[in-house]
């Protein structure tokens, strides 16, 4: 039971957890935002080429 006498190493250990998870988060977002714009882009460049070919 070391965690509670020593609430300064538990915290310290809370935040970097917390940091990781939280640049693990962003860089989940990120990967999501660029996949739906390539995922719109190349809709988009179906629709056109549909519209082409009519």
Avoid: H, Y
């Avoid at 609430?7 to 310290?12: A, I, S, T, V, Y």
């Amino acid at each position: 039971m070391t965690a509670l006498r020593r609430p300064d190493k538990l915290r310290r250990f809370r935040d970097g957890m917390c940091a990781v998870v939280g640049m693990v988060r962003k860089k989940k977002n990120m990967e999501l935002q660029w996949g739906r714009s390539i995922a719109a882009g190349a809709v988009d460049c179906w629709k056109r080429g549909m519209n082409d070919q009519q």
